[in-house]
């Protein structure tokens, strides 16, 4: 991995924190925000929403976090959040908890120190598509040195719409330090423009898009500091571990994990004493206002011997919402 950042957000160890959703000096067609996140002025920790200060370190022990990625907007209260945030997670967890903003404007010398005094540690600029190939001499090229002299490592992170060479020229002489290449991807947010665009979904892939992967990899792959990070890595290392972080930390005793991240547990509406009565040690269940949860396995032995009459296995993601992912009968 080129950065610190990467390294962490591989091993599933970054924790991301959308401070706000609008942008009022850019409208991408390929933006891919839903409507819960594009235009709105909610705070989310991963997949969570924000109310309070609690809610941030709360998530970012939930998943064991080795640092933070911020990203959303560009108005001055997205940058006043960022700070608050920024000390706010220091404060917690040290500095060894790595910070980097993702950000779609330059800022100025300013906003460089105030977010280096925060604490942030990585910067990463994603300049508007129709600048590419021609930001030498702008405020593009001028902010990258501001933010180093400001503390900052100064970075490129872009769509993988198509190749540049300008990005490497950057690169070679020494104004940003890496530059991530993201696989050009559809959403629900933005797959209307994009087909409106004449982009398509690659074959046999849910998100990517077509065409652009090879010619940038021809062109841009063999820097030894441009990364490309494919959408099948997104989902499969990054998402996926993460979810395994948090699942690790927040399973009961019962709860079995899958190669997913997921949590697998049985759940029941017998009445808790009839556990009671069976002898089933404390440590295999637990009850719920309603039902009982308890170690899957158990229950589905319980059932199959007439014990019990009836239950369900549970699947879910180990997310604050804990939304379910799949539901399997018993009987």
């Known amino acids: 991995m080129i950065s610190k950042g990467c390294e962490q957000c591989a091993k599933g160890g970054k924790m ?45 022990h939930r998943m064991d976090a080795l640092g933070t990625s ?14 608050h945030y920024l000390e706010l997670l220091k404060d917690e967890f040290g500095e060894d908890h790595h910070t980097h903003l993702y950000t779609g404007i330059t800022g100025g010398r300013e906003n460089m120190r105030k977010l280096s005094e925060a604490g942030l540690d990585e910067i990463r600029f994603h300049p508007p598509y129709e600048l590419w190939g021609d930001m030498h001499g702008t405020e593009w090229e001028e902010i990258l040195h501001v933010a180093r002299e400001e503390g900052l490592t100064p970075a490129f992170e872009i769509p993988g719409i198509r190749a540049e060479e300008e990005f490497l020229e950057f690169l070679d002489e020494g104004a940003a330090e890496f530059c991530n290449v993201n696989e050009f991807e559809m959403s629900d947010g933005n797959y209307r423009r994009m087909q409106e665009e004449g982009y398509e979904l690659k074959e046999g892939h849910m998100s990517a898009v077509d065409g652009s992967r090879e010619e940038i990899l021809e062109v841009m792959g063999d820097h030894e ?25 927040v399973r009961r005793e019962f709860d079995d994990v899958t190669d997913d991240g997921t949590l697998v547990y049985g759940k029941t509406y017998a009445d808790p004493e009839r556990f009671v009565d069976l002898g089933v040690p404390e ?30 296995i549970v699947e879910q993601y180990p997310t604050y919402d804990g939304q379910v992912v799949e539901r399997t009968p018993l009987a």
């Not at 911020?70 to 700070?83: S, V, W």
């Not at 990070?229 to 998402?239: E, L, M």
């Open 16 to 60: 991301v924190l959308f401070v706000y959703g609008y942008c009022d000096q850019r409208d991408c067609f390929y933006c891919p925000l839903g409507e819960n996140r594009k235009n709105v002025t909610d705070v989310y920790a991963n997949e969570r929403q924000v109310e309070r200060d609690e809610d941030v370190l709360e998530e970012a």
């Open 70 to 83: 911020i990203t959303g907007g560009e108005p001055q209260e997205a940058l006043e959040r960022t700070c």
């Open 225 to 249: 500091r441009v990364y490309f990070c494919t959408s099948v890595f997104k989902d499969a290392a990054q998402h996926r571990r993460r979810l395994k972080r948090a699942a690790r930390n």
């Open 283 to 312: 440590e295999f269940y637990t009850v719920k206002s309603d039902h009982v949860e308890i170690a899957w396995w158990l229950l589905e032995e319980m059932i199959e011997e007439g014990d019990l009459d009836d239950g369900e």
